[in-house]
């Protein structure tokens, strides 16, 4: 497997972990029952992570600045450190007076630790495939919110005779 394909395949896990955001309900009753939360608790939880998106550009401009391993690594390590404090919360492992508003925070920076990670991933694809990106990206993108899903029958869906890149130095080997 070459440089570019090694890249894609860690790429295609990169961007599984993003999918946490888009499972919360799996764990939402969970949350209500052992913390006392509300529906409407739930939701302000929810809704912090979204509001991330209005400070997309923060890890578009890591990515540009770090490179895309060291903003993956960046990313993925403040996204596991976040859910791990989360859980422990959630656990009433530590115990919050009120866990509502710190809640939010971490699902909050969590959501720009994973614009951190989406970001170098998108970034990394352009640059090594060129004018066949949209292919590439696609396939990453698409599965995002499925993070359960086989990655590997991804992979072998992608047209590797066809797919020509314009250069053949990969992102994570001088980032």
């Known amino acids: 497997m070459g440089a570019h394909e090694r890249a894609l395949v860690l790429l295609l896990f990169s961007a599984a972990s993003t999918g946490l955001i888009y499972v919360s309900s799996v764990y939402s009753q969970a949350l209500k029952d052992t913390l006392d939360l509300s529906q409407d608790d739930i939701e302000t939880i929810s809704l912090s992570c979204y509001l991330g998106g209005l400070f997309g550009f923060l890890p578009g401009r890591v990515s540009d600045v770090m490179g895309a391993r060291k903003t993956i690594v960046f990313g993925g390590g403040a996204q596991g450190l976040l859910l791990f404090v989360f859980w422990l919360v959630a656990k009433k492992l530590v115990v919050v007076p009120a866990p ?4 939010c925070v971490l699902t909050f920076l969590q959501y720009l630790s994973s614009g951190c990670t989406v970001a170098a991933v ?14 590439v990206v696609g396939m990453v993108a698409v599965p995002t919110p499925l993070a359960d ?13 066809s797919i020509a890149a314009e250069t053949h130095v990969c992102p994570f080997d001088n980032s």
């Open 149 to 161: 899903q086989d990655k590997q029958g991804a992979y072998r869906l992608v047209p590797w005779d």
């Open 122 to 135: 998108f970034s990394a694809l352009s640059r090594l495939y060129g004018e066949n990106r949209g292919v």
């Open 100 to 103: 509502l508003p710190l809640l």
